[in-house]
């Protein structure tokens, strides 16, 4: 196949994909799977070849992700249930003593969405969010800008979460080294665009949704300030199953550079910074926790799920309704994920992708904007940060050796890109701004744009690293 026909199989192909998703409403596990099978054939391979390219491209990388996945979602209803993300948000709010408030939220989804999923994280801050935006008598639109742009960008470049998780694993990229750097580059993102926009976001005034403020003022200055009856666990019990796997993670990778093969503490850390054992671990001390704070995670169980009551056996909300509330969450992502790694097992296949690679390597643009601009068109078009990352990596994965960059600098690129334009065909969007009350036109200004501009900022920061040489 020669390289015209690539690119114009490739570009009717996601065009299609766009089209089924957006127009035709067909659901994008399906959608993904059709695009794959009509691509394979476009490429000329033989149906039973591109069904089996299929087959193996998806259970690739439900191998490789899968069960980070259903961990993490696990975790996410443990760190629900014991109110952590109310104490770290407390936390914060003492650390800023009442001044610019919306970093409490904001700080606390920064750090909640490296494990938990973005859309999970929206949900569980909304309240706190709210109750601090009408006692501090700050705009729902300051507080959706700088909650959203600091959940979407851990979510988009520190793993574990999914899409930046699959295509480390893909690329080849040190796992540890992707976090710690992610860590860096989201943290510089997130400081610049707040304080480009911060007074921007407060020139239109949105209250909150009446249904997060049931409490007086008094109670929820209690609530804020943990003067209340709350038990909630303390800051660094709070954090300790949401970083610990993030800190064992890139404790592997430290071990594997700069400690002996063969060590006992080599051996330790290598083990315990496994991704599927490191979460697995977080899920240990979440359940640890929750028998510190059994009122924390009776209430909160018994609200999200109608079935459990205060007689429901205490092992059986962590080991059973945790995991039933976990799986719900994780099936559309562990879905969207395969397929979208499916699609890219059919691009990679193809050797005229690396005829594309050397055209693209011997124009003037450099090179780190081509795995972010790629995923950044994919983002705009599909509207799903997962399946914008899996399939730029997939087209950018052949073009590595030419393009010289890092298996670390170009998943990060592509992380960065897949933040680009966060609007209407994006769950994230919606939930936003169904949360956080702000109509369509205010959800375009409010999470669309601090997103892009945080996007750009993490592509400037990474192009800095790059040319200094340590990414």
């Known amino acids: 196949m020669g390289t015209t026909q690539f690119i114009v199989v490739l570009a009717i192909s996601i065009a299609f994909l766009i089209l089924m998703i957006l127009k035709w ?14 691509m394979g054939i476009g490429f000329g391979y033989p149906i039973l070849k591109t069904i089996g390219l299929i087959n193996s491209g998806f259970g690739g990388t439900m191998t490789s992700v899968a069960l980070t996945i259903i961990l993490g979602t696990v975790l996410a209803m443990g760190i629900q249930d014991i109110e952590a993300s109310d104490s770290i948000s407390q936390s914060f709010n003492r650390l800023f003593r009442g001044k610019r408030m919306e970093l409490a939220p904001a700080l606390t989804a920064f750090v909640v969405s490296i494990p938990v999923f973005g859309d999970v994280t929206m949900i569980l801050l909304a309240p706190i969010a709210s109750k601090i935006a009408h006692l501090k008598k700050i705009s729902m639109a300051t507080m959706a800008s700088f909650t959203g742009l600091a959940l979407f960008l851990t979510h988009g470049l520190v793993p574990p979460t999914p899409g930046i998780l699959a295509i480390s694993l893909s690329m080849e990229a040190d796992l540890g080294f992707v976090i710690f750097w992610g860590i860096i580059v989201s943290f510089i993102a997130f400081f610049v665009t707040w304080f480009l926009l911060r007074n921007w976001t407060e020139k239109e005034r949105i209250s909150p949704l009446a249904k997060f403020l049931g409490s007086s003022d008094e109670e929820t200055e209690a609530q804020l300030t943990q003067k209340g009856k709350r038990s909630l666990p303390p800051f660094y019990f709070a954090i300790l199953p949401i970083m610990l796997p993030v800190v064992f993670i890139a404790s592997a990778s430290f071990a594997n550079v700069y400690m002996a093969e063969g060590t006992i503490m080599h051996g330790l850390l290598t083990v315990i910074g496994d991704k599927t054992v490191a979460l697995f671990l977080g899920v240990l001390i979440a ?7 059994k009122q924390n995670v009776y209430k909160s169980a018994i609200e999200n799920d109608h079935e459990t009551t205060n007689e429901t056996p205490f092992t059986q909300i962590l080991w059973n309704k945790w995991v039933e509330r976990g799986l719900v969450v994780a099936i559309l992502p562990l879905l969207i994920t395969g397929m979208s790694g499916a699609l890219g097992s059919i691009i990679k296949e193809n050797p005229a992708v690396h005829e594309v690679a050397t055209s693209i390597a011997e124009t003037n643009i450099l090179p780190i904007l081509i795995p972010y601009l790629i995923a950044a068109v994919l983002m705009t078009a599909v509207g799903s940060m997962t399946m914008a990352a899996l399939t730029a990596a997939a087209i950018v994965t052949p073009m590595m050796p030419i393009l010289g960059l890092s298996p670390e600098l170009a998943v990060l690129a592509i992380g960065a890109g897949s933040l680009t334009l966060n609007h209407l065909n994006n769950s ?44």
Request: charged residues 5%; glycine residues 10%.
């Open 25 to 38: 409403k067909i659901h994008p596990v399906m959608a993904l799977f059709i695009t794959a099978t009509g």
């Open 287 to 293: 359940i640890a926790l929750a028998f510190l704070y």
């Open 428 to 471: 994230g969007f919606w939930i936003m701004s169904q949360f956080y009350n702000l109509s369509t036109k205010q959800g375009l200004k409010y999470v669309t744009i601090p997103t892009f501009v945080g996007s750009v900022v993490a592509l400037l920061t990474l192009l800095l690293f790059g040319s200094l040489g340590v990414l």
